[in-house]
T-cell receptor, first 111, second 119 residues
Framework: GQQLNQSPQSMFIQEGEDVSMNCTSS?????WLWYKQDPGEGPVLLIA?????ELTSNGRLTAQFGITRKDSFLNISASIPSDVGIYFC???????????FGKGTKLSVKP | GAVVSQHPSWVICKSGTSVKIECRSL??????MFWYRQFPKQSLMLMAT?????????EQGVEKDKFLINHASLTLSTLTVTSAHPEDSSFYIC???????????????FGQGTRLTVV
C-alpha cells in the first residue's frame, strides 16, 4: 500500500540534544498525526494536526502541518533517554479516511 | 486518550491451527476498527477496515478467507487467522475510531498489539 516518505530512518543523538524528523507526500492530506511506538507495543498518539500551517506542542514535542498539506515535521527538544523508540507519521484524507503511515524514524538517545 | 485493549498480547500456535485476536474499545464506542500487520523493523500495513454490523473491507492482497474479521458490536472486533502458517507470524495491531453522532475530526486509538508466532 501507499506509504509516506519519512526521514531520517534512524537517529543516534546525545541526551539533551534537539531532534527533528519529517514526512512528505506526493498527495494532500487533511490530517497529519505523529505516533511513538515502543518495542512490543502499539503506537501511541503524540500530536494530531488538522489545519494547514498549524503548529502544535505537547510538552517537549512540537509538530507542524505544512502549508502545502503534503508534509509535516516533528521536533523533540532537550531529548531524554525515555524518548527512545520509533516515531511514525501518519496522514489521513477526510475525517473517516484510513491512516497511511510513514516507515518510521528510530530514535536512540545516549545518556 | 481512549483505551483500546487487545488480547492476547502474544500467542504461539501450531501450523494449521486457527488463532483469534480480540480488540476492545474499553471506554468508548468505535464506529470503525482497523487491523494492521507489522513485520520487524517495518511500518504498519493496513489489512482491513471493519464497521460494526457490516462486512470488513480488505486491502489488496489480503485474503479475506484467511483473515476473518467480525465486528459484532461497537466495542469489539475480532481477527481470526485461519490455518495459520509460519509466514503468518507477525505483530498484529488493531485500532478503533471514536463513534461520534456529529462527524468531525476523529482520532484512532491503537491496541497494544499481538505477537503471533506460528511453529
Amino acid at each position: 500500500g501507499q506509504q509516506l516518505n519519512q526521514s531520517p530512518q534512524s537517529m543516534f543523538i546525545q541526551e539533551g540534544e534537539d531532534v527533528s524528523m519529517n514526512c512528505t507526500s506526493s498527495s494532500i492530506f487533511n490530517t497529519w498525526l505523529w505516533y511513538k511506538q515502543d518495542p512490543g507495543e502499539g503506537p501511541v498518539l503524540l500530536i494530531a494536526l488538522y489545519k494547514a500551517g498549524e503548529l502544535t506542542s505537547n510538552g517537549r514535542l512540537t509538530a507542524q502541518f505544512g502549508i502545502t498539506r503534503k508534509d509535516s515535521f516533528l521536533n523533540i527538544s532537550a531529548s531524554i533517554p525515555s524518548d527512545v523508540g520509533i516515531y511514525f507519521c501518519a496522514g489521513q484524507r477526510g475525517s473517516q479516511g484510513n491512516l497511511i503511515f510513514g516507515k518510521g524514524t528510530k530514535l536512540s538517545v545516549k545518556p | 486518550g481512549a483505551v483500546v485493549s487487545q488480547h492476547p498480547s502474544w500467542v504461539i500456535c501450531k501450523s494449521g491451527t486457527s488463532v483469534k485476536i480480540e480488540c476492545r474499545s474499553l471506554d468508548f464506542q468505535a464506529t470503525t476498527m482497523f487491523w494492521y500487520r507489522q513485520f520487524p523493523k517495518q511500518s504498519l500495513m493496513l489489512m482491513a477496515t471493519s464497521n460494526e454490523g457490516s462486512k470488513a473491507t480488505y486491502e489488496q492482497g489480503v485474503e479475506k478467507d484467511k483473515f476473518l474479521i467480525n465486528h459484532a458490536s461497537l466495542t469489539l472486533s475480532t481477527l481470526t487467522v485461519t490455518s495459520a502458517h509460519p509466514e503468518d507470524s507477525s505483530f498484529y495491531i488493531c485500532s478503533a475510531r471514536l463513534h461520534l453522532i456529529v462527524v468531525g475530526n476523529t482520532e484512532a486509538f491503537f491496541g497494544q498489539g499481538t505477537r503471533l508466532t506460528v511453529v
